[in-house]
């Protein structure tokens, strides 16, 4: 009998993002195929997040207080 190793459940997040910060992705997309590699919007995501955490804390907190604060959840025409 073959036991198979139970496989790992990996979580996900819904969140909003701004048109303009979704043209960004696309920019970073972009720029990353031109060197020949593919990432999906998760990966560059997880790239910012890479990023941001290794940063020292004066240039952290410049980038997340640049950051603009949107209303939670779902906007009306999303919803129509």
């Known amino acids: 009998m073959v036991t198979r190793a ?3 459940k990996t979580p996900t997040k819904t969140f909003t ?3 303009s910060d979704l043209r960004l992705m696309d920019e ?3 720029r ?3 060197h020949d590699l593919s990432l999906n919007d998760s990966e ?3 790239a ?3 990023a ?3 940063l020292r804390d004066s240039q952290f ?3 997340v207080k640049a950051v603009i604060k949107l209303k939670p959840g779902r906007s009306k025409k999303a919803v129509d």
């Open 44 to 46: 560059v995501v997880r």
């Open 6 to 8: 139970k496989k790992k």
């Open 32 to 34: 990353c195929r031109k």
């Open 52 to 54: 941001l955490f290794g």
């Open 17 to 19: 993002i701004p048109e």
């Open 28 to 30: 970073i997309q972009s």
């Open 48 to 50: 910012g997040f890479a």
């Open 61 to 63: 907190l410049a980038r």
